[in-house]
């Protein structure tokens, strides 16, 4: 060290060098110049280094901590040893309570830490994993609705809805349909709606996941959808919101569009959406019907407002709710004294949820394009509908602005009171029929009927026949279209009977999802069975209405596919379940044979009458034309007397409409096709077939137009 700078003097220099000389130098530290002071920390930093020093050394003399402990305030100015902590600082032993009436959960999922948050999550989903798999061996939703609760955790649910969803979208109808019913139970009760939303949103989101172990994720997480919308557990807005951030290539795009496109826009949506999965198989509509019947009347006896609206939540059928409010308005214009309670009723209902405003609307509406017919029982059915509506308006629980206009009384006249008595009469004689299945006992009823040539009243009754039937089972449509062939009514009567059904198809729907399918195989059944000729089906086209089109045309599409099949006569004829109200149907080989014992019979000395009795009994009448061609045959084996009794069978059978024209150019066409084989046998065929195409021609069995020679196969059911 150079000590020359002249501060101190020589004789302080010399000690000074003498002391330095005497300390060890490896226990001294360089000096070091820092602009910033060291800092106690910084100090320990530096000398927990070296725990050992040499002895004598000058560090085992020194007095700081080498515990590792940093005894100075934390920063913020508390903290430290023999300090109190900060004023906002937790206790060492604080923790939330779930009974604290301030307890919040999230508060709980905040305070966790990554790792602590991860671990109860997989937690959680592996305990509801097994809740969902014992939920779909039992079918029991209270207590799975109990455990969901003893889980916790309540802002977890999502994840529940989507592993909910998620295993039932692998497995079968039975657990798509235990899934949504889960969740429209427990909705609101026990899980929140924005957790409902939120698990819906990320099962979007990971359909492009999903996919790859699910071939047909898109259609049945689109069903899934559909149904929670149906179900008013999920808002149709969740279809706008998401479809304007989801990638337009995405999974998850197409679920959108399958959802509002497939299932939502599609007509009677909600009854179709709600039995995709087999919901409410075992219940029908004439079941459901009768429930809201009783508890109607039961309400109205009883007063008690919160047990009919259990009754209707048992019911489980919110997308019929409609027809509650469309009987319980009936009932409030039949009986005067009930308005009062059905009105508190439906307030309540609508107030509780019970009974959403869609369907309230839907109720209404259905009564105001029927207030015509209403009119028929309720002779001021328009004036008390509209005091109705006024009421509910007032009230707040009806939205007149969702209503269509009443129709113009002046569009259609009131049937009289000839008419009225008829309608009740033909629903009993219907009901009547469906019972004992007599057919002969109808035609002699409606025989005896002295009104029944009354215009339109026939017309009335093929309306309220099929009406019936389409609401009941295979066996009453089958026995329905057998009375319609054996009544012989004029085919124009039977055109407007389907002309007034084709209008009141859309409401027969909202009660029989299949209606627009079963009219057309009525109509169909109509044509095989020579009621209706096939060009009066076009017939049936040119009398619709302007608003009746969208529909009739429907309709009447499929009536000429179904005629325009291959062999449509015995499908339609067996469209019901067979050819006869007590079994399956004749097969062909049978009704060959039967016709070949009544001609027999009929040529050996048996009665007209009951040949034609016989050949209506077999319930075939598009296949009559095997009657024809069997009789010819038959009569150009015999002597020429035999010839003139079965030539008599014929045209009888011709003269009261058992065998129409159609049929005999069909028999006569056959006849012609296998003449060939008959030469065999009848040398003379061709000139007695001639002979007899003549005399069919000249008493109007054949059109002029007619060629005898004719071998080509003439067209099903006239398509």
Known sequence: MNFSDGFISKEHQELLKSACESIDPSSVSPLEVSNIPRTPREYHAKHESNTESPKGSVQKHDRHSRTGRDGRPKKGGSGGKGTWGGLLDPEDGYFLDPND??????????????????????????????????????????????????????????????????????????????????????????????????????????????AVDIPDTVDVLALFIARAIVDDILPPAFLTKHSSFLPKESKGMEVIKRTEKGYLSAPLHAEVVERRWGASKSKTVEAVKAKIGDLLIEYVASKDKAEACRCIKDLK???????????????????????????????????????????????????????????????NARELLQSLISKAASEGWLCT??????????????????????????????????????????????????????????????????TLAMERKNREKEMASVLLSSL?????????????????????????????????????????????????????????????EAVGSRVLHMTRSLLAARLSGERILRCWGGGTTKGTGWAIEDVKEKIINLLEEYESGGDLAEACRCIREIGMPFFHHEVVKKALVMAMEKKKKQQERLWRLLDECYGIGIITSNQMTKGFSRVAECMEDLKLDVPDVAEQYASYVKRAKSAGWLDDSFYEGKTGNVQENGY
């Open 101 to 210: 009436p301030n307890y919040d959960s999230n508060e709980e999922i905040n305070q966790m830490n990554d790792k602590a948050f991860a671990s109860a999550l997989e937690e959680y989903k592996g305990k509801s994993k097994i809740i969902i798999e014992e939920y779909f061996a039992t079918d029991d939703i209270a207590a799975t609705a109990n455990e969901l609760k003893e889980l916790g955790f309540p802002s977890f649910v999502h994840y529940f809805i989507k592993k909910l969803i998620s295993m039932a979208m692998d497995r079968h109808d039975r657990e798509k349909e235990m899934a949504a019913v889960l969740l429209s139970t427990l909705y609101a009760d026990v899980i929140d709606p924005p957790q409902v939303y939120k698990g819906f949103s990320k099962l979007i989101e990971s359909a492009d996941d999903l």
């Open 488 to 548: 012989c009514f004029p085919a124009d009567e039977v055109v407007n009977g389907f002309v007034q059904l084709i209008e009141i198809v859309e409401d027969i729907a909202l009660d029989v999802p299949v209606a627009v399918e079963h009219l057309a195989l009525f109509i169909a059944r109509a044509v095989v069975d020579e009621v209706l000729a096939p060009q009066q089906v076009e017939e049936i086209a040119n009398q619709m209405t302007p608003n009746q």
């Open 317 to 379: 059928v919110p997308f019929f709710h409609h027809e509650i409010v469309k009987r319980a308005f009936i009932m409030a214009m039949e009986r005067r004294s009930a308005e009062g309670p059905i009105l508190d009723l439906l307030k309540q209902a609508f107030d509780e949820c019970v009974i959403n405003s869609s369907q309230i609307s839907k109720g209404v509406g259905r009564l105001i394009d029927t207030v015509d017919d209403l009119s028929l029982d309720i002779p």
């Open 401 to 466: 602005s969702s209503l269509g206009p009443f129709p113009p009384q002046t569009g259609r006249k009131l049937e009289d009171h000839r008419t009225q008595a008829f309608k009740k009469k033909a629903i009993s004689i219907i009901r009547e029929y469906f019972l004992s299945g007599d057919t002969f006992e109808v035609i002699s009823i409606l025989e005896s009927e002295e009104d029944l040539n009354y215009t339109g009243l026939r017309a009335l009754f093929v309306k309220k026949l099929i």
